[in-house]
């Protein structure tokens, strides 16, 4: 998951934030249990400056809590059967509320919150080079980020390259030299369709797309766009994808894993035996929570898919005794 991230909570028509440079690493497993749980790690953050806020293309992470509407925005560094285990897990343990993605990453949260967007120090949009960071050396194996298509041919991008979309039409040429696909071993985290003859554009991504259709005309002069967000069924082309479905009962078990390492020693039984550390709560505010081990396998019961069992207490024992 990521680590700079940003959470805001909305109530009574008023806000407030937090942030940190490694909030997003555990934001998957705080958000997990619900509401509730959840306020109490993201109160413990001190609040930032309401015009202070992580630079839009660094945020890996974030969310909207907004009690007033009962809606839950959110988004996080995820691969797309992660993702679809997450979100899964958090609307059986968010009932009641709206769980949505944040497609356009922090700024989908400052918009809700009716913030001039230079609030956000934004990058432009001026990479000529899709790889303008350099390119893997081959010793690692491809690990597919972006997929491109141009009529029936298939281009597969790693995380070396930048976001396809952000190129231009200039876009073109350089794929001319890039070796294509014919299978696709997982889908990736994003995908351009591009139709040169009718000057079209398509784009799906879990990836925040960071104001696409705000820029989008500006860096493709005389092209439309066609925004999908996370429907890659929908990518023109002779290509089919992969199910992400059955990968989807590990994710969550993988999950629920991450979700009880967190929050197992900040139960009211193990909570005490937790080091002080000068200066800040160790367990982020998880002990406020008053969490029990009952209290937690009822909460890790809604995350898991029904065939799944995860025994909570066996593990606190392992773990946290």
Known sequence: MGSRANVAVKQNDTWTHCGSNGLGYSLDAWLALGPDPALAVVRSFPAWDRNEWQSESVCEAGALIDLDGKDLLVFLNAAYDERLALLNAYRRTWPG???????????DVTDVLDLDRSVLDRDPWDDTDLFRWGRSDGD???DLRYLVTVG??????????????????????????????????????GGLH????NRRATVWSIDPVLGLSDRFAARWPGWSLAFREDRYQEQEGAFTFPDPAPAVEQRTHDLVERTVEHWAPATVEYRDSMPKRR??????????????IAGLQRLVDLLLEPALLFDVAAYARENCG
């Open 97 to 107: 509320w709206t769980v949505r993605w944040a497609y356009n990453g922090i700024a």
């Open 140 to 142: 690692e194996p491809f």
């Open 152 to 189: 029936d041919s298939a281009y597969g991008l790693d995380g070396w390259a930048v976001r396809p979309w952000q190129i231009g039409p200039d876009l073109l040429d350089q794929l001319a030299g890039l070796p294509q696909l014919s299978t696709c071993p997982e889908v990736p985290r």
């Open 194 to 197: 591009l139709d040169p003859a």
């Open 279 to 292: 200066g800040r709560d160790p367990l982020y505010g998880m002990g406020d929570a008053d969490l029990t």
